[in-house]
């Protein structure tokens, strides 16, 4: 019986990802990924050489799996790009399980430029969605890869996630930033079998409410909430706290506590 894989990211259910981790060694063996991480690992060799890298770990799952691979390949350094609107269990666990050499840039963004940029919470629309990677990820990568005089940054995006890899998985943007996916042509399911095979331990996000589809972002960049409402109750699940804090600036969240009762 031929194996059906998950599509694009954009087409899975929580629920479909959640089942596919249930049952991953049905999909992949060790053996099978075994054979692809090691090939990975030679890639990496292959394309840095003796240039200067780092990788960015964010915490999620593909910059979990990116995380070992670089290590296994010889790259220790890293870094991860946060902002002061965080997930508190999230970084809670990020204190606990970032890589020894990881660096944490804050870029700065706070509740207070939030209130004046209301247009980024929770973001209905793929380019308001963009801008904060633009505005946290990339910022404190770019800070990042200035600083320590980098070659390439090594990055765990994949295409079967839509994203953009480059040709040869590289590409140097318009600030000067070499960025390199190894991961590029992993399946979903791939991410899935390192992490269980190798027992990579995961971030509280994957046990909350859409946490597969949400990812590792700061919760006003939560997406696929359907409203602003729906983005306040969702957050409450996870953590009252942000919502009571978030009140004091910005009226929706008020709202949304009065309402409550």
Known sequence: MSVKYLGRKQSI???AWLEAMA????????????????KTVDAIKNVVGDKK??????????????????????????MMGVCDLEYPAFMAWVSDNKPAGCEIINTGVNIDWLAKNLDMLFPQKSDKAGRWFAIVQHKAQREYFKRHDLDIMLLGRRRADGNYTGQGNMYTDGKGVTRYSPLAEWKHEHVLAYIHYNDLPLPPIYEWRNGYLCGTHPWPARQWTGNVENGWREVYEIDPSIVENAAQKIESARHFLEERG
Do not use: F, M, P, Q
Not at 23 to 38: K, M, P
Not at 55 to 77: R, T, V
């Open 23 to 38: 049952h991953i060694e049905e999909t992949v063996s060790r053996s099978e990924i075994e054979e692809l991480s090691a």
């Open 13 to 15: 259910s929580n629920d």
């Open 53 to 78: 890298a780092a990788y960015a770990w964010s915490g999620g799952k593909d910059s979990i799996a990116l995380g070992k691979i670089c290590e296994d390949a010889g790259i220790s350094d890293s």
